[in-house]
């Protein structure tokens, strides 16, 4: 089984809706990252968290919100979804101890708003 | 602040031809870490190498080789003889030691298309 799995894979919505992607890890790591991909723009960092009371914002955080429900679980929220939100998303776990922050992604969410 | 840049955005090369990457990056910190992650048509990201800034020894697997360059900042990645699997999107990235919060940059990717 994979260690880091999002939920949905791919995701089609319309303008003004609420979507809410999901990520599990079983890596046990502490740290827990939602980045987005646009291409030509490698991945930009929405939101990060270090532990269950720790979340903090990223370069990219308006219109987006999280939710850390435990250890291993990290949701991303689009409130009211708009198209420019059309991305790729993944999310990323690293072990506290690696002083090199390692990044460990899941296979990604390819989401899409009419 | 730091930065990642990766100025070749595609690439294209034939089967069996070398192909290096550039990946030039920007620090104030001492210490820290490069990494390279390359990005399939699947989309999945998938972890090359890791390497701390104390150890400039260039690193060779398979026909993936990496010469890294304090004195010019530069993490490039060489493919040999490079195949049509090798078609992909490649990442550099930057993490610095130290600060608490975001500490993980990547480059905006070099698009590497091997024709048959």
């Known amino acids: 089984d994979a260690d880091v799995t999002q939920t949905p894979r791919n995701r089609i919505t319309k303008t003004g809706k609420r979507i809410m992607l999901e990520c599990s890890q079983t890596k046990g790591h502490d740290r827990m990252y939602w980045y987005r991909q646009d291409p030509g723009l490698g991945l930009q960092l929405i939101y990060y968290?270090?532990?269950?009371?720790?979340?903090n914002k990223g370069e990219i955080s308006d219109g987006y919100s999280v939710s850390r429900q435990a250890q291993a679980k990290f949701s991303l929220s689009l409130e009211s979804a708009i198209p420019n939100q059309t991305a790729l998303y993944f999310c990323?776990?690293?072990?506290?101890?690696?002083?090199?922050?390692?990044?460990?992604f899941g296979p990604g969410t390819r989401l899409t708003v009419l | 602040a730091q930065k990642v840049t990766q100025a070749q955005t595609e690439i294209s090369v034939v089967e069996k031809e070398d192909v290096t990457l550039d990946c030039v990056y920007e620090?104030?910190?001492?210490?820290?870490?490069l990494f390279w992650y390359k990005q399939p048509p699947s989309g999945e990201l998938v972890f090359l190498i890791r390497?701390?800034?104390?150890?400039?020894q260039n690193e060779i697997s398979g026909r993936y080789s990496w010469n890294f360059q304090k004195s010019t900042s530069s993490f490039n990645f060489t493919i040999t003889a490079s195949q049509v699997v090798d078609s992909a999107v490649y990442f550099c990235?930057?993490?610095?030691?130290?600060?608490?919060?975001?500490?993980?940059?990547f480059g905006p990717g070099t698009r590497l298309s091997v024709l048959p």
């Open positions: 620090t104030r910190d001492t210490t820290y870490y």
């Open positions: 390497r701390n800034s104390f150890d400039e």
């Open positions: 990235a930057l993490s610095e030691i130290g600060n608490y919060g975001q500490n993980f940059v």
């Open positions: 968290s270090f532990d269950v009371k720790d979340i």
């Open positions: 990323a776990t690293s072990d506290l101890e690696d002083r090199s922050d390692e990044q460990f």
